[in-house]
């Protein structure tokens, strides 16, 4: 009898032990069912989780922890059902709180039997997995977004590639008929330069979506330097003076500031003062007036300036003036064309050299003014940091092995390079390129990326394994990854098309020194 009292004791002990185990578990919901699927027991993390004390929940059936949706569809009764028949289930889903809300649960339901086997009630353990899967959303949507991204990004080169390719003939065939001028009729000179500045604009549109691209994303690279602010103003005024004179406009220039050095990357600083004069320009009317002033602020800053008598901007649209896509009026985008993109660069490009952009003006009729601020460092010897195009040297014969798949492009520019004196062969694949360079010996190889049958790597690789030759890229593809794979390559230059043939020149130049 004494034995029967200690192992009646010893398993009182041991259930109590096992409540108070139960009970302190915070993170499950712990507690059991009857055989109808009514709360027996609750431990405190069930409290927790679902929301309900015990005094309020036992006796009331588990099937108001599921949605109304399930416990329409008979879910809570066929779980149970299961359980009983298979001993134990596993379940996902959501489960509803006390006040409403719902969360993501894993659950655990196991079936109770007596020692004859009749079901005496349930165990059920809840676990909250809504962070969990929330993480686990989180980590799937940043691999679709970064599939996304660089589907995006593979389409926009792809697209630049496409886009650019057909302006190459285009460019280059004006090129040559500018240099033949002469034997055409004078009327046809302008004609020719129609032809160049449209191929140009149509460039330049290509690469204002790219170049937005790459700013958003933070995958544009700058390339910094010290360079001649004043410099890079007098190459932006040169490139767009054939509009200033198109349109009869006045152009004033006083670059007065003493302080004109600046950090920058020169190629970007001389791409924001070209948007603000193109700015200026394409706003205002034929007969106006543009000033262009530098000067130092107190603090001796490097300030630019442009002031234009154009059509204004209304005070109100002043503050989005910068945004990607706006033009200050919607009537200005149906009259003066474009996509709106050259002021939001300018200001993505000024922010990343931790300059300021700004915009005056009085409204509509009044004209505009638009100034830039950048920390000024120490004048040296100007240096202007890009290649100026206002002298030619001329470029002594070179044999060259042309290989580009675009017939258009390879008739054009191989006529070009011809008229300019050099040697010039062509393929249009690289098993072709490589059948001549077994034959043949050259000094440059000007070769496209994007071949039918491999690619523009490929063919540079294996050349440079066999002679010691240059390559230039000529190809639609210019992001700095583009040009980071060319290098690896081998290419020694990357242009991007269209081709302008002062800059291939200037290449060859440089080839042929």
């Given at each position: 009898m004494s034995d029967d009292r200690s192992s009646q004791s010893a398993l009182q002990q041991t259930e109590e032990q096992f409540h108070t185990l139960v009970d302190s578990v915070e993170d499950y919901a712990i507690y059991m069912l009857d055989p109808g699927g009514n709360v027996v027991t609750w431990n405190s993390g069930a409290q927790k989780i679902k929301q309900y004390a015990a005094d309020e929940i036992i006796g009331k059936n588990f099937a108001c922890f599921y949605t109304a949706e399930e416990v329409a569809a008979g879910k809570p009764q066929r779980n149970l059902r299961e359980a009983a028949r298979?001993?134990?289930?596993?379940?996902?889903?959501?489960?509803?709180?006390?006040?409403?809300?719902?969360?993501?649960?894993?659950?655990?339901?196991?079936?109770?039997?007596d020692r004859v086997g009749e079901i005496r009630g349930f165990s059920k353990v809840t676990r909250d997995i809504t962070d969990q899967i929330r993480s686990r959303e989180i980590e799937a949507a940043k691999i679709a977004a970064e599939k996304a991204s660089k589907a995006k990004d593979d389409f926009l080169a792809a697209l630049s590639h496409e886009l650019r390719t057909p302006l190459t003939p285009a460019l280059a065939a004006a090129d040559y008929l500018a240099n033949n001028a002469a034997k055409f009729p004078p009327e046809f000179a302008e004609d020719v330069n129609v032809i160049k500045r449209s191929v140009k604009l149509q460039a330049r549109l290509i690469d204002d979506l790219?170049?937005?691209?790459?700013?958003?994303?933070?995958?544009?690279?700058?390339?910094?330097?010290?360079?001649?602010?004043?410099?890079?103003?007098?190459?932006?005024?040169?490139?767009?003076?054939?509009?200033?004179?198109?349109r009869q406009l006045k152009l004033s220039v006083r670059l007065s500031a003493n302080q004109h050095h600046v950090w920058a990357d020169p190629v970007r600083i001389q791409q924001v003062f070209w948007n603000l004069i193109n700015n200026a320009v394409k706003f205002t009317a034929p007969g106006g007036k543009i000033d262009i002033v530098t000067s130092n602020d107190n603090d001796g800053r490097f300030q630019f300036a442009i002031i234009d008598n154009g059509i204004g901007i209304e005070l109100r649209r002043q503050t989005s003036l910068f945004a990607p896509f706006v033009q200050g009026d919607p009537s200005v985008s149906r009259q003066f064309g474009g996509l709106g993109l050259g002021l939001a660069i300018s200001k993505h490009l000024v922010d990343l050299h931790k300059g300021a952009i700004e915009v005056q003006s009085r409204g509509r009729s009044y004209g505009s003014t638009f100034k830039v601020t950048f920390d000024a460092v120490a004048n040296q010897a100007e240096k202007s940091g890009l290649d100026s195009q206002a002298t030619q040297k001329s470029v002594k014969p070179l044999?060259?092995?042309?290989?580009?798949?675009?017939?258009?492009t390879r008739y054009t520019l191989s006529r070009l390079l011809t008229y300019f004196g050099h040697e010039i062969s062509v393929a249009d694949n690289t098993k072709n390129a490589l059948e001549i360079m077994a034959s043949q010996k050259f000094d440059v190889v000007?070769?496209?990326?994007?071949?039918?049958?491999?690619?523009?790597?490929?063919?540079?690789?294996?050349a440079k394994r066999k002679q010691a030759v240059k390559a230039v890229a000529l190809t639609g593809f210019g992001t700095d990854e583009d040009i980071r794979r060319g290098k690896e390559a081998g290419f020694d230059f990357h242009l991007v098309k269209p081709v302008d043939f002062h800059e291939l020149r200037s290449v060859l130049d440089q080839v042929a020194a």
């Open positions: 298979k001993g134990r289930i596993c379940d996902q889903g959501l489960r509803v709180r006390k006040d409403g809300s719902t969360f993501h649960a894993e659950v655990v339901l196991t079936a109770l039997r790219l170049d937005l691209t790459r700013i958003t994303r933070g995958k544009l690279e700058l390339h910094f330097d010290r360079i001649d602010a004043h410099a890079l103003v007098r190459d932006a005024i040169e490139i767009a003076k054939t509009d200033v004179a198109d044999r060259i092995l042309l290989v580009e798949d675009h017939g258009d000007l070769c496209d990326i994007g071949l039918p049958d491999g690619t523009g790597y490929d063919v540079i690789t294996e």
